[in-house]
C-alpha cells in the first residue's frame, strides 16, 4: 500500500533527519471485544517496530485518556466500532473531555483513524471527522474502516496503517 506517494518501504529506509527526542504516539481505542482488544494490541506492536527508534506508542481507553495526553502526544491513532452508525460513545465522551482544553493548543496534531464496522462505517467515520476538524487535527492517512464480518486481514490492515504512522513521526514527515 502506497500512503501519500511515498511507499511504506521507503519510509522506514529513507534515512531522514530525526528530532533528538524520542516522539509520542496516543493510541486511543475503545476496546470492548476480544476483536477490537486484537486490533488495539496490533496497533501498539507496529508502533514498536524494530526499524522505527525514535517513536514511543502509549495505548489507553478513551476513558484513561485525558486532555494532558493529547497535548503531550506527537501524534494519535483512534479506533472504535461503529454503535448505531456513529463512533463509540466511549469515544465521544473522550472528545467530549478534551475538546475546549485542546482547542488552541492542538492545532495541526497528526492523526489516524480505523473504523471497525458491522455496517458501512461512514457515520463512525464522519462523526470522528467532524470534531477533530474542529480540534484542528491533520488526518495523515485515510481513515480505515474495516466492515462486516470478522476477518483476520483486519489485523493485518490495522497494522499497516499504524505502522505508517509510526514511521511518518520517526521520519519527521509529519
Known amino acids: 500500500m502506497r500512503h501519500g506517494g511515498v511507499g511504506l518501504a521507503q519510509m522506514l529506509s529513507t534515512a531522514l533527519p530525526t528530532d533528538a527526542r524520542c516522539k509520542s504516539v496516543l493510541i486511543v481505542v475503545h476496546r ?14 507496529a508502533t514498536a ?19 494532558e495526553a493529547v497535548l503531550a502526544c506527537d501524534g494519535l491513532i483512534l479506533g472504535t466500532s461503529e454503535n448505531f452508525g456513529y463512533m463509540a460513545g466511549a469515544l465521544k465522551d473522550f472528545f467530549e473531555r478534551i475538546y475546549y482544553p ?13 473504523v471497525r464496522a458491522g455496517q458501512d462505517g461512514q457515520g463512525a467515520k464522519q462523526s470522528v471527522e467532524r470534531i477533530v476538524t ?12 474495516m466492515r462486516g464480518e470478522w476477518r483476520e486481514e483486519f489485523v493485518d490492515q490495522v497494522s ?5 504512522v509510526a514511521a511518518g513521526l520517526d521520519a519527521g514527515i509529519y
Open 102 to 114: 485542546c482547542l488552541e493548543r492542538t492545532r495541526g496534531k497528526p492523526y489516524a483513524l480505523w
Open 32 to 45: 470492548p471485544s476480544t476483536n477490537l482488544g486484537r486490533l488495539a494490541e496490533a496497533t501498539l506492536a
Open 49 to 67: 517496530n524494530p526499524l522505527i527508534d525514535s517513536v514511543q506508542a502509549i495505548l489507553k481507553t478513551p476513558a484513561q485518556t485525558d486532555a
Open 160 to 164: 499497516e496503517l499504524s505502522l505508517t
Open 134 to 145: 474542529g480540534l484542528g487535527w491533520h488526518a495523515v492517512q485515510p481513515a480505515l474502516i
